[in-house]
């Protein structure tokens, strides 16, 4: 089975700094997608950023980016110049193609606070 | 774009009632994915509908069933309430089953 593990329940940082989200995962496949999922208050869920694994590139959207390791089967969500409003739960999801794909499967979150 | 809209907000039923949600797709949009998010974990896939049809589903009891209309809106049925079964289900669509999902607001399921 298929599994995303995310270590950090809770993690806080100082706004303007760096923070980075670890996430690991299992499955035996070889073509699946990963995301970063963020969740406020609101409870709406946005995506954050999204990694093809057959990509060896590392995904990059403005202020966060992620360290793909595909062999290790990590996952990190790197925060630059955290703001208040990147407070948040952050989900680190995983989508297989192909046999059973198209549904995402979470880890269990983390919660991150920006402190001012 | 009004983006994924979830009906109602939040519900309250006691224990062997059975509620109905309800999902407006994004437009454009084709595919329903519908998950269970309990309180402090992360959403747990329920199942997915496309065409009309469920094509999968994840390990969840036969109390939960759904629908998906012509205009790809989408409904589920949770029968038999159990107060496990309180949760914010959020409803995710897409165009087709491996591209981006965008998320609903969710509703609140409260069981007592």
């Known amino acids: 089975a298929q599994t995303v593990t995310q270590s950090q329940p809770e993690m806080s940082v100082q706004e303007a700094e760096t923070v980075t989200l670890s996430c690991t995962y299992d499955?035996?496949?070889?073509?699946?997608?990963l995301f970063w999922y963020k969740q406020p208050p609101s409870r709406q869920m946005i995506l954050v950023i999204r990694q093809e694994a057959y990509k060896q590139q590392n995904a990059t959207e403005n202020r966060f980016s992620v360290n793909f390791q595909k062999a290790a089967k990590s996952f990190s969500l790197k925060i630059s110049d955290s703001q208040l409003g990147d407070t948040a739960m952050y989900f680190c999801?995983?989508?297989?193609?192909?046999?059973?794909?198209?549904?995402?499967?979470f880890g269990q979150g983390t919660e991150l606070s920006v402190k001012p | 774009d009004a983006g994924v809209t979830q009906s109602p907000t939040h519900l309250i039923k006691t224990r062997g009632q059975q509620v109905t949600l309800r999902c407006s797709p994004k437009s454009g949009h084709d595919t329903v994915s519908w998950y269970q998010q309990a309180l402090g974990q992360g959403p747990q896939f329920i199942f997915q509908?496309?065409?009309?049809?469920?094509?999968q589903r994840g390990n969840f009891p036969d109390r939960f069933s759904g629908h998906q209309f012509p205009n790809y809106s989408s409904e589920l049925n949770v029968n038999a309430l159990l107060l496990g079964d309180s949760a914010l289900y959020l409803c995710?669509?897409?165009?087709?089953?491996?591209?981006?999902?965008?998320f609903g607001p969710g509703t609140r399921l409260t069981v007592l």
């Open positions: 999801a995983f989508m297989h193609l192909y046999n059973q794909g198209g549904k995402l499967i």
């Open positions: 499955t035996s496949e070889n073509n699946y997608y």
């Open positions: 995710a669509s897409s165009w087709g089953d491996y591209n981006e999902q965008f």
């Open positions: 509908y496309y065409e009309e049809e469920e094509r």
